[in-house]
């Protein structure tokens, strides 16, 4: 995989740059757009970026390593993550990570072989008032029941 950005995005590199009074300041908001083109945080990705903002990689991996934002492995096209704090526990979302799992064959960070789904547990997402609650990338789904999930998989496998 070659890791380059269009004109646009550098364009968009540049935009981010101006916002900062140091190089250093704008490395989390170009990993995560390295990470939403390329999928996940390579060592290719950190020397890429490293250039693009004329720091040292150490800096830029420090960054990545640092936040479980960004991703150090492949993940599956839909990154499913389900809260299991304390209200989303108190309303089973321990139970539903638990199907999601056991449903997809994977654990924790892992991916389903075809790379469409993978999973992840975590603490809480700020939505508890809709526990419990899954997201799929960056889409927040309260009130979840596995139901809900059975046709919200079915869904995306069929996108």
Known sequence: MEVLFTADELKQVEEIQKKYPQKESSIMPV???AQKK???ISKDVIIYVADLLDISPSKVEGV???YTMFFKKPMGRYHIQVCTNVSCMLRE???LYKYISDKLGIGNMEATADG???LEEVECMGACGGAPMIA???DY???MTIEKIDELLKSLANN
């Open 38 to 40: 390329f999928g996940w």
């Open 31 to 33: 990993l995560w757009m």
């Open 136 to 138: 799929v990338n960056e």
């Open 116 to 118: 469409l789904f993978s």
């Open 141 to 143: 789904y309260e009130n």
């Open 93 to 95: 979302g321990e139970k």
């Open 64 to 66: 990545a390593t640092f």
